[in-house]
């Protein structure tokens, strides 16, 4: 099987079958994003427990990039301290600045895991913006939650 294909069929398999889909409660911070390029839109939430990410819900409606990557972004960090969520988040930005360039996504594939099937995506900018919705929600809820349990953000 092909590299591009085996990729395909991730996103795909995240967006027919998503991780952590439906908003559930209790949650520390919430943040609602719209992509008003293409009308994508998530709502996410964070729990934290002792500054660990302990569950990341969401609801949304969008193209399987966008909820595939959702899918993904739940797999990656529930169950991590927050300090290593945000740098998993900040190696997916990376990913999807590099142009699509292989290289990046193999130096970066032990930290995204499932996540380096979206290396193509960051060959059409206006792709981008769906596959980090659900990253910039996290971001901002993430640091809401930080907040609420006492922490800086």
Known sequence: ?????????????????????????????????????????????????????????????????????????????????????REIAADFLTLMQSKGEPAVAESLEDSLEDAVAFVGVGRYPARIKCALLGWMAFRDASEQAAVAQGGTG
């Open 1 to 85: 099987m092909q590299l591009t294909s085996m990729y395909q069929e991730i996103i795909l398999d995240h967006y027919r079958d998503p991780h952590g889909r439906g908003l559930r409660e209790p949650y520390g911070g919430e943040s609602h994003q719209v992509n008003p390029t293409c009308g994508d839109e998530v709502t996410l939430r964070v729990q934290l427990d002792d500054d660990v990410v302990r569950d990341v819900s969401y609801e949304g409606m969008g193209c399987s990039i966008s909820q595939a990557s959702q899918s993904i972004l739940h797999d990656l960090v529930v169950g991590q301290p927050l300090p290593r969520a």
